[in-house]
């Protein structure tokens, strides 16, 4: 066995009882606090309740089961809860979606039980306490209303008092009686996650790191890849050659004589490499071929290549005039 104990922190730095940290324990904790809070008004030799175990008249604790040795032949109460679900409240439980970080927030009902023990060595005085807690949390259900339920004290079930062996530790709990109020309660729950931190995170880190930044020095690509998506495959225009009767880079030049006749920029002859050629078209502005023009006049095009497409654009030759 090792030597040394391990201890943790359940808190984690937290509040010790909340709805927002710890909900069962904080429906517990408002139950056994109400229940102190009504006996503690209550005047000395009519079950006055202190914080001070030895000089209470009644023990009111969440600790099960009771120990004899420590109440003796004082009145107890403890509490049991009961099973809690998850009560839906439309579809996939939604409240509000953010777009833009992909946080999606939630809400749901969480309905369930409350057990009060109200236990005693006389069983008339079991039931006479059991009145007492469950016609106040009728009375004062605003007051748990306000610590944060949804809906609490309508319709507590006064149980028959019964032997308290399983509440009462030892064989000392045949000598018990428990009358148990059961008191259904109701609290909310809103619980908001998001995607996007996680991933921002990750994708810098893997950006930033010494085997990308590598992959990536002296690549053509840059940054651009690094991202999540896989790049497209996109083609790229040469660079024009030399035309300089070309009004642009990659246009054609009219004939300046206003004749139906364009020339197209200077390119190799088809038949001999060497040799350079002026491409003239004939009827250029038929409906086949017909560029894009305002009032008769082409638009000069400063880049007519498709850059997000791999077709080579198509160059229409009728004549050549070498």
């Not at 030799?45 to 099960?64: K, L, R």
């Amino acid at each position: 066995m090792p030597s040394k104990v391990h201890e943790t922190n359940p808190n984690r730095g937290f509040p010790s009882s909340s709805f927002k940290y710890t909900p069962l324990q904080h429906v517990r904790v408002l139950f056994v606090k109400f229940v102190q809070g009504l006996f503690s008004s209550a005047p000395t030799g009519a079950y006055h309740w202190v914080p001070d175990v030895n000089s209470t008249e009644i023990v009111i604790t969440d600790e099960n089961p009771i120990h004899c040795e420590v109440v003796g032949y004082r009145p107890a109460i403890s509490f049991t809860r009961g099973p809690v679900q998850f009560y839906s409240l439309g579809m996939d439980d939604m409240l509000n979606y953010n777009s833009a970080t992909g946080k999606k927030t939630k809400g749901v009902l969480v309905p369930g039980t409350m057990s009060v023990n109200c236990c005693s060595r006389n069983d008339l005085e079991s039931e006479n306490i059991a009145w007492i807690v469950a016609e106040h949390i009728w009375l004062l259900r605003e007051i748990l209303l306000k610590a944060g339920f949804f809906e609490i004290g309508r319709q507590p079930v006064i149980q028959a008092p019964t032997p308290a062996g399983s509440i009462v530790t030892n064989d000392e709990g045949e000598e018990w009686y428990c009358t148990a109020i059961s008191c259904p309660f109701q609290f909310a729950r809103t619980s908001s996650f998001t995607p996007l931190g996680e991933k921002v995170v990750e994708g810098i880190e893997f950006a930033l790191s010494p085997e990308r930044l590598n992959t990536f020095s002296g690549s053509h690509e840059g940054p651009a890849a690094t991202t999540f998506e896989r790049p497209l495959n996109v083609a790229t225009c040469p660079p024009p050659s030399f035309a300089p009767l070309a009004s642009d880079a990659h246009g054609a030049t009219p004939d300046p004589a206003g004749t139906r006749e364009v020339f197209l920029p200077k390119q190799p002859h088809p038949l001999n490499p060497a040799a350079t050629v002026v491409v003239r078209t004939v009827r250029p502005y038929r409906p086949a071929i017909r560029p894009a023009s305002i009032n008769g006049a082409p638009i000069p095009i400063k880049d007519p290549c498709v850059t997000e497409s791999n077709v080579t654009p198509l160059q229409v030759s009728e004549k050549v005039v070498v």
